[in-house]
């Protein structure tokens, strides 16, 4: 499995940008596409994922309503709209996926459970 993030940049605070994960393939109804991020000098963490048979989502309460992501599984791609960006969002975004049935609630934001990752994609939110 590949997988490409994009859509990063600079940005105003407030401002919005849209990424995409463009994934090569799908394996199944478990599969789960998460995001994280990387800020200068800090662990990674997860910011959302979807997925699984239900398509679930979860965010991390930092970007609780003000990011959305949604999956189109014609095209391959899962996406990752954000709004209302603040300084705090900046660092490097990556995709994650897993094909492993996860049994929670929603799909995880944990970062050792997903064996495949694109390349990350910039974004800086600053004035």
């Known amino acids: 499995v590949q997988l490409q993030a994009s859509g990063g940049g600079l940005v105003q605070p407030g401002g919005s940008l849209r990424l995409s994960c463009a994934v090569s393939s799908f394996a199944g109804e478990y599969d789960v596409v998460a995001w994280f991020r990387q800020a200068p000098g800090k662990d990674r963490e997860g910011v959302s994922c979807?997925?699984?048979?239900?398509?679930?989502?979860a965010y991390a309460d930092s970007v609780k309503g003000r990011f959305i992501v949604g999956a189109d599984y014609v095209k391959n791609i899962v996406r990752l709209e954000m709004m209302n960006l603040k300084p705090e969002d900046t660092g490097v975004y990556y995709c994650?996926?897993?094909?492993?049935?996860?049994?929670?609630?929603?799909?995880?934001?944990?970062?050792?459970?997903?064996?495949?990752w694109g390349q990350g994609t910039q974004v800086t939110v600053s004035s």
């Open positions: 979807i997925g699984g048979p239900e398509d679930s989502t």
């Open positions: 994650a996926l897993e094909t492993r049935r996860w049994n929670g609630p929603a799909c995880p934001l944990l970062e050792v459970w997903y064996a495949n």
